[in-house]
Nanobody
Framework: QVQVVESGGGLVQTGGSLRLSCTAS????????VGWFRQAPGKEREGVSC????????YYVDSVKGRFTISRDYAHNTLYLQMNSLKPEDTAMYYC????????????????????WGQGTQVTVSS
């Protein structure tokens, strides 16, 4: 049974940092491109960042470039998102997602590209 579980969210002040984690089970981790998405109340889910199967390619939405860093640990089947210099507009539920790419190609942050989703972890940035 494929499962992904996010953790690491919380309440932080503007300018603070958080590191989100997403641990996958029931799949071969390096067969998948993976990414982070977020959804704020009343807004559509949007892609934040992704990393391809080999970690050779990453992508960030403009609003988080220079502040967020995505990485993955193959030994522990875990995806990370290091978030620095957090802003109130970063407040959202954050989800990790995966799509099987059979160890080929890059990654994208289109929501419809991914078919494996976690339950999310809440990030709240106070002003």
């Amino acid at each position: 049974q494929v499962q992904v579980v996010e953790s690491g969210g919380g309440l932080v002040q503007t300018g603070g940092s958080l590191r989100l984690s997403c641990t996958a089970s029931g799949l071969t981790f390096d067969d998948y491109a993976v990414g982070w998405f977020r959804q704020a109340p009343g807004k559509e889910r949007e892609g934040v960042s992704c990393i391809n199967w080999s970690s050779s390619t990453t992508y960030y939405v403009d609003s988080v470039k220079g502040r967020f860093t995505i990485s993955r640990d193959y030994a522990h089947n875990t995806l990370y998102l290091q978030m620095n210099s957090l802003k109130p507009e970063d407040t959202a539920m954050y989800y990790c997602a995966g799509r099987k790419v059979y160890r080929s190609g890059g990654c994208g942050i289109g929501v419809n590209e991914y078919n494996i989703w976690g339950q999310g972890t809440q990030v709240t940035v106070s002003s």
